[in-house]
């Protein structure tokens, strides 16, 4: 178990180098994504644990949350990440389709959603789910690549062959949330959006 953290951490290193080399900081964005949410308190979800590059940031930032993925081997990279950083005490992960949430109405009070709104077939469906769970004074952090950002996802896929495919967008869910009458402030950094929406009740 060891070596397969230390491994683990080592992969996780060579990425950031990776996004780093192309113009992308992965813990300088993370971090202004975090300051941009700010107050953040009550209970927290995480949508999208992928391999736990913002799992680990809010972690880091001492925050105790749950993290949800469709898929369980990306959680497994993520879960070794923070085991290696001894924070794996903070994070209950659970494997849920976004789409249809295992959580009761009014749960969290702040969901993070952070670059996977574009892997979403429905915006809208997993959208009205997070509204659901959303406390009334509750807010919904956005964040997805801009136009800088998915070039340089297309060229870092094309170095291992592969194609970085994208579906949902981040318009989507901002016509969702007005039409549900939330309040929204809107920031970008290099390479991202972040939308800090709240429900006006909040």
């Not at 209970?43 to 949350?65: D, H, M, N, S, V």
């Amino acid at each position: 178990m060891e070596k397969e953290i230390i491994e683990n951490h080592n992969r996780f290193l060579e990425r950031v180098a990776l996004y780093k080399e192309y113009g992308y900081d992965i813990e300088k964005e993370r971090f202004f994504i975090i300051e941009k949410a700010r107050p953040v308190s009550g209970a927290i979800l995480e949508a999208g644990t992928g391999k736990g590059y913002f799992t680990l940031a809010l972690a880091r930032e001492g925050f105790t949350f749950t993290s949800f993925d469709i898929s369980d081997e990306e959680q497994k990279y993520a879960r070794l990440n923070l085991t290696y950083h001894g924070l794996e005490d903070r994070v209950h992960f659970d494997i849920a389709d976004a789409e249809c949430l295992p959580y009761n109405d009014d749960s969290f009070n702040v969901i993070f959603a952070v670059n996977m709104i574009h892997h979403l077939s429905s915006v809208r469906k997993v959208f009205d789910e997070f509204i659901r769970i959303l406390s009334p004074q509750g807010k919904i952090i956005l964040c997805d690549f801009n136009d800088r950002g998915f070039a340089l996802l297309d060229e870092i896929h094309a170095l291992d062959g592969r194609k970085h495919e994208s579906a949902g967008t981040i318009d989507e869910a901002r016509t969702k949330l007005t039409e549900r009458g939330f309040m929204m402030k809107e920031y970008s950094s290099e390479m991202q959006y972040v939308i800090v929406a709240s429900s006006a009740s909040a």
